[in-house]
């Protein structure tokens, strides 16, 4: 069995790896390698409390600063739950955000056609007041409705005040169409819940963890890498469904390389094994479920056997990973997996999933799925919100009546004029997200963008995005900044404060001054009455039983649990959110919407001949795109490569380390040529890419033309019927020796 120092280590950035990541920055340059000890470096013992924004997790740590001034590094702080006193490479390389010289300096107005990328510099007066003007015209010709708000990061709540004030609730994050949406529905057909952010699975205490697509250890969620690494420790399972052997997958008693697509005939005939060979925790499926014998009869014939015609895993391994679960049982977590959006039928896949853990016992039960608390922090008094007169949805009349927040390619879709769609919308503010990247099918996102009337980009980079942006804002880094107070579900509830180690560079503020100051001029002062951002902040911690003044000294403050109510008690009584409070084992939501209440499988396509199913996944040192020109992690990986199957490449002819051109089944070709990783790690009938390179940005002096874009190589979309998800794996590629022509 694998031990933790086996494991991927997550610590404090050493200042042997800070001499390594920074060696051509000048504020470090004073700094040869014999002068990096700890005992003679002159450093501020001045920290500052900060959350990290490299990534969704958040997790509070210090800055601190030399004696010049400089930020040195950034750690984590002790009383966090989501770091625990540990950040992750992405987080201890967050300096390099600041100090990158390619960020955005000042605001930018386009002067030629969008996408060429000719903007000319502007004031703040001049660009605030050239957006409210086109917001105000938008407003008077088509109605306030038709302006959204796409964002990812912590300026979304500033905008999305602004948005809702102006008159649309349209606000999207691409991580629900694109991401976790199928898997927060999926839930809360079940267990009248979601799994939340981060996810509420108990796994420094589990006994048995399945990882069915989820790449713990490369898409470095910092919490559940380490309490992973703590489960390993303590003898844990790890059994690991992947058409590729991951990081994880080398960690596991059970490896399953699974034929990419089949995922659900594994999870049924699971479901079979454990319901005809009695191995489900009977006591707690007949006090809390609903709908168990109608699945008994649908799994009936769901035989490991059925399974492995389909999935190439042997019955046995499908009995044996089956029996490892019912043992750990009920501290047992078939994982949720946070990108979900697949196949098109993700949110039965991960209906499957959801049963299984019912199944197993494990909803509310130490080392399954805990019941998390989160302080309720009041937000600052302001006038009622005008009640739209259209939403997003009325683009898509009598669908996605299951989705419980916007799909950021809906508004994309609602966005292209149709006879149709109801709603069109004529604006938008981009808040951090690189869309091009994001949402799949880039000439449709392009197309999107070129019926607007206005298109607002917010962001720290000059991202592929930008360059089709009406009006590009330069916001500082987290760094720089105060921000919202971080507030999230966890096992005691907990606030952060993030406040600004230093003075913002060049002409960037941040996004609470940028939406206050366009309230200013759309007459919205109202729904920003605060004088001060710090005002604010402490009149909410005020609120809550602490000040500013506090958690400027702590960073994080840890609150008890109203009630002992972590784990369900033996015979508690539990109404769930559901149609019956009961967890629904039948669905009763997918039923009246007219899907199949019990998950089933169906075929999917296969690659053509020569052609071979796109994954993608993530890397420890990357998030998304957002982090690729970062000069502290580009050290750590410049570049993606593509893994190949050795049978692949000896047909292909194919070389370890040859730089090659992948072209999807549409005949879409990389722009970049990729490197070659041949491996015995995937399967003969996949390749594998990281995602988030291949930018195309030459501003992005580190990251231009650095590997390939998987965004650009997905053109086939797969759209859950049931909440609206973009499913992206259903796109393949066949190998390329030369440049597109028209690349030449």
């Known amino acids: 069995m694998a031990t933790r120092r086996d494991f991927i280590r997550i610590s404090g950035l050493g200042l042997g790896g800070l001499a390594a990541s920074t060696t051509s920055y000048g504020f470090y340059k004073q700094l040869s390698k014999s002068d990096l000890k700890p005992s003679e470096l002159k450093i501020d013992t001045t920290r500052t409390p900060t959350y990290c924004e490299v990534c969704f997790w958040k997790c509070a740590g210090w800055v601190y600063k030399n004696e010049e001034g400089n930020i040195w590094k950034v750690i984590g702080n002790d009383e966090d739950q989501h770091s625990n006193g540990r950040l992750c490479p992405r987080g201890t390389g967050g300096p390099g955000m600041y100090y990158d010289q390619d960020r955005l300096k000042t605001p930018l107005i386009r002067t030629e056609e969008r996408g060429k990328q000719t903007f000319r510099e502007a004031s703040w007066d001049e660009a605030l007041d050239h957006i409210a003007d086109r917001m105000k015209s938008i407003a008077g010709e088509f109605g306030p409705e038709c302006f959204a708000l796409l964002t990812h990061g912590s300026g979304g709540k500033y905008f999305g005040n602004l948005i809702q004030?102006?008159?649309?609730?349209?606000?999207?994050?691409?991580?629900?169409?694109?991401?976790?949406?199928?898997?927060?529905?999926?839930?809360?057909?079940?267990?009248?819940?979601?799994?939340?952010?981060?996810?509420?699975?108990?796994?420094?205490?589990?006994?048995?963890?399945?990882?069915?697509?989820?790449?713990?250890?490369?898409?470095?969620?910092?919490?559940?890498?380490?309490?992973?690494?703590?489960?390993?420790?303590?003898?844990?399972?790890?059994?690991?469904?992947?058409?590729?052997?991951?990081?994880?997958?080398?960690?596991?008693?059970?490896?399953?390389?699974?034929?990419?697509?089949?995922?659900?005939?594994?999870?049924?005939?699971?479901?079979?094994?454990?319901?005809?060979?009695?191995?489900?925790?009977?006591?707690?499926?007949?006090?809390?479920?609903?709908?168990?014998?109608?699945?008994?009869?649908?799994?009936?014939?769901?035989?490991?056997?059925?399974?492995?015609?389909?999935?190439?895993?042997?019955?046995?391994?499908?009995?044996?990973?089956?029996?490892?679960?019912?043992?750990?049982?009920?501290?047992?977590?078939?994982?949720?997996?946070?990108?979900?959006?697949?196949?098109?039928?993700?949110?039965?896949?991960?209906?499957?999933?959801a049963i299984l853990n019912a199944l197993m016992g494990s909803w509310g039960r130490r080392g399954g799925y805990y019941v998390p608390e989160q302080v309720d922090v009041p937000s600052w008094p302001h006038p009622p919100y005008p009640t739209p007169s259209r939403t997003w949805k009325d683009a898509f009349p009598d669908q996605y009546n299951l989705a419980y927040e916007t799909l950021a390619s809906g508004i994309c879709d609602a966005t292209i004029p149709t006879i149709s769609k109801a709603c069109n919308f004529k604006g938008w503010i981009v808040n951090g997200t690189n869309l091009l990247k994001t949402i799949p099918d880039r000439e449709k996102v392009i197309e999107a963008i070129q019926n607007l009337e206005l298109m607002v980009v917010v962001d720290t980079m000059p991202m592929e995005i930008t360059g089709w942006a009406d009006v590009v804002l330069p916001e500082c880094t987290y760094l720089e900044r105060y921000d919202s107070i971080r507030v999230s579900p966890h096992r005691k509830p907990a606030v952060a404060l993030r406040m600004p180690a230093t003075e913002p560079l060049y002409d960037s503020k941040p996004a609470y001054w940028m939406a206050k100051e366009l309230s200013k001029r759309l007459g919205l002062e109202d729904y920003f009455s605060w004088n001060s951002i710090e005002e604010m902040l402490d009149w909410q911690f005020n609120k809550i039983g602490t000040s500013l003044e506090e958690m400027k000294r702590i960073g994080v403050k840890t609150f008890e649990r109203s009630y002992d109510d972590l784990y369900y008690y033996p015979d508690q009584e539990v109404e769930f959110y559901t149609n019956s409070g009961k967890i629904e084992l039948y669905s009763t939501d997918l039923a009246a919407e007219g899907f199949d209440p019990i998950p089933v499988y169906t075929p999917h396509e296969e690659p053509p001949e020569g052609f071979y199913r796109l994954n993608y996944g993530r890397a420890p040192a990357h998030t998304f795109s957002r982090t690729a020109n970062n000069p502290n992690l580009t050290d750590i990986m410049e570049e993606n490569t593509v893994w190949i199957n050795p049978k692949v490449a000896r047909i292909w002819g194919i070389d370890n380390g040859q730089y090659i051109y992948l072209e999807n089944q549409d005949g879409v070709r990389s722009t970049f040529p990729i490197k070659t990783r041949v491996t015995e790690r995937i399967r003969w009938d996949s390749v594998f890419m990281v995602h988030g390179f291949g930018h195309n940005n030459k501003k992005l002096s580190r990251a231009y033309g650095k590997g390939a874009s998987d965004s650009e190589l997905i053109t086939r979309v797969h759209t859950d019927p049931i909440m609206g998800g973009t499913g992206m794996r259903g796109n393949f590629v066949t190998f390329k020796f030369e440049p597109a022509k028209n690349d030449v």
Not at 176 to 187: K, L, M
């Open 165 to 353: 004030a102006f008159g649309s609730s349209s606000i999207a994050a691409p991580s629900y169409a694109q991401c976790r949406g199928p898997r927060e529905v999926a839930f809360q057909t079940t267990f009248g819940e979601g799994v939340g952010s981060p996810e509420r699975i108990d796994i420094r205490d589990t006994r048995c963890l399945v990882l069915i697509g989820s790449h713990l250890g490369e898409n470095m969620h910092n919490g559940q890498v380490q309490e992973m690494s703590d489960a390993i420790d303590k003898g844990a399972s790890i059994i690991t469904v992947d058409p590729r052997f991951s990081i994880a997958a080398s960690k596991s008693k059970y490896w399953l390389p699974i034929k990419p697509a089949t995922d659900i005939a594994l999870l049924l005939a699971w479901i079979h094994v454990l319901i005809y060979e009695e191995s489900y925790d009977e006591e707690y499926i007949e006090k809390y479920t609903y709908g168990f014998e109608q699945l008994k009869a649908h799994v009936k014939n769901m035989t490991p056997e059925w399974a492995y015609g389909i999935t190439t895993i042997e019955p046995e391994l499908i009995r044996k990973s089956a029996k490892e679960m019912a043992d750990a049982s009920p501290a047992v977590i078939i994982h949720p997996g946070r990108h979900v959006t697949w196949y098109g039928d993700d949110t039965q896949r991960e209906r499957a999933i």
